[in-house]
């Protein structure tokens, strides 16, 4: 492998001739072999957004060449447009206030814009310090960015998956309005209801999660830049934030803003903790949406059976012909994945320490997993099941006609205690409620007939 020499205030060291990065990169490369987490692209998309704006901001300020800005934004453009991933090689696993990805992207930054400055015969020399990090500290841009990249994911990934589903379960809510089949609560047989009214459960809990999600992007959106070390916005311009922020925004047509209190949004992931709550609250609606819908489906002869499920491959290995709820599978998993980055995101925002927080690769890496891990297989479990839902007339009708809470209908006519005699002995007998009534000369097979209707049970007057 080719080699070129990079230095920085440690020393010289060796960098791969053909990758774009500088010496604090290569040493964070070799001094955390830890791990395959890489960080989050979201986060360098976002810092790569913040580098050009602070760019403008300080050429607007008079504080950077104009030409520098304008290689600065050329580089930046490139790194937002994935064309420069493989220059991006660090770990989660690095110092906590993610200093070294920060210099990875003002390196690259750097490094991108000085070939096009040679290109515009420019005799200028972007450093990554002095000009791609200028007005700036890592305390304060990499929150900046997390912030940036987290509300890009929840915006434009996790809230339009969950509109997806969510209508797919209006379409089925409404075509199934009429079919009536058992509740259950406990497991346990109950009263009658709608298939329709079960998926408006399911539906209501989209929407919900969908409120919340979108209330807490918007607190994501006060940034921490303009703090630069420890919050008092040392080497930086007064206005430097108020700009940024309002770059940003054109950037990313989103509505950020500088964070009032500086001193706050460099030590504290509140924010995050609140958001990743939404997150956690969408994981815990899925699951029990899937697990509604497997439970359902599960047969297809020994089971529930009450609704048909796409058969996407072969569910076993030995067993021919059969066929596993896997879509049901893999959102439950993604659940389970979702809880346990939300208690890693909640402990790790609570461990800031005087004037910074020094976990916040691995909240950010939490973070975005969570986010798409929920979108895709929201909208894989939504493309794959949910639009192929469909009822089982025969078994829902069985189980419907076979219950025995049937006999909750004639509690006002007869009273609960007798209602109870007449479900004990259909249960015990093995006989229809309608007989057991009968045979106790509770109720006539006319006033049996008047009183029980599974359909009115479901729109009580």
Not at 34 to 47: H, Y
Not at 446 to 453: G, L, S
């Amino acid at each position: 492998m080719e080699y070129r020499v990079e230095h920085d205030t440690i020393g010289e060291i060796k960098v791969p001739a053909e990758k774009y990065w500088g010496a604090q990169t290569q040493r964070s490369k070799q001094n955390f072999p830890i791990g395959n987490e890489k960080m989050p692209q979201e986060v360098i998309l976002a810092f790569a957004i913040l580098k050009k704006s602070a760019a403008k901001a300080n050429s607007d300020l008079g504080l950077l060449d104009k030409q520098k800005a304008e290689a600065i934004a050329y580089a930046a453009d490139l790194v937002i447009s994935g064309k420069l991933t493989e220059h991006f090689p660090l770990v989660v696993w690095q110092t906590g206030s993610g200093t070294q990805s920060n210099m990875n992207v003002n390196e690259v930054i750097a490094h991108v814009g000085n070939k096009w400055l040679q290109e515009q015969g420019s005799d200028l020399t972007l450093h990554p310090n002095d000009d791609v990090n200028k007005s700036q500290s890592s305390n304060d841009t990499y929150p900046t960015s997390f912030h940036v990249g987290a509300v890009l994911k929840l915006e434009d990934q996790v809230l339009p998956a969950i509109k997806q589903l969510k209508a797919t379960l209006k379409e089925k809510m409404d075509a199934f309005a009429d079919v009536v089949k058992i509740g259950r609560t406990h497991l346990q047989d109950a009263t009658p209801l709608t298939l329709g009214q079960e998926i408006s459960g399911w539906h209501r809990m989209l929407e919900r999660a969908e409120m919340m999600v979108a209330e807490s992007a918007d607190h994501l959106k006060e940034l921490a830049i303009g703090g630069t070390a420890v919050g008092t916005g040392l080497n930086a311009h007064p206005e430097f934030a108020a700009r940024v922020c309002a770059e940003i925004s054109k950037e990313t047509n989103k509505e950020f803003i500088s964070a009032p209190n500086k001193f706050h949004s460099l030590t504290s992931y509140d924010e995050m903790v609140y958001a990743h709550g939404a997150l956690k609250a969408l994981a815990a609606n899925m699951m029990k949406i899937a697990n509604d819908v497997r439970w359902l489906a599960s047969g297809p002869r020994c089971g529930i059976g009450e609704l048909v499920i796409p058969a996407n491959e072969p569910g076993s290995s030995i067993m021919p012909g059969k066929v596993n709820p896997t879509q049901c599978e893999a959102v439950t998993m993604v659940a389970v994945q979702v809880m346990g980055n939300d208690a890693a995101i909640g402990f790790a925002a609570s461990q800031g320490n005087f004037e910074l927080n020094v976990f916040k690769p691995v909240m950010a890496y939490n973070f975005m997993q969570s986010s798409q891990l929920l979108a895709d297989s929201i909208l894989s479990f939504d493309e794959r099941c949910a639009q192929g839902i469909e009822p089982n007339h025969e078994k829902i009708d069985n189980h419907l006609n076979d219950s025995l809470m049937l006999v909750t209908a004639l509690n006002p006519h007869i009273g609960y205690e007798n209602a109870a005699k007449i479900a004990k002995k259909a249960f015990a007998d093995n006989t229809t409620l309608k007989e057991a009534a009968i045979d106790l000369d509770l109720l006539t097979s006319e006033q049996f007939d008047e009183y029980v209707k599974p359909k009115e049970m479901t729109q009580p007057k």
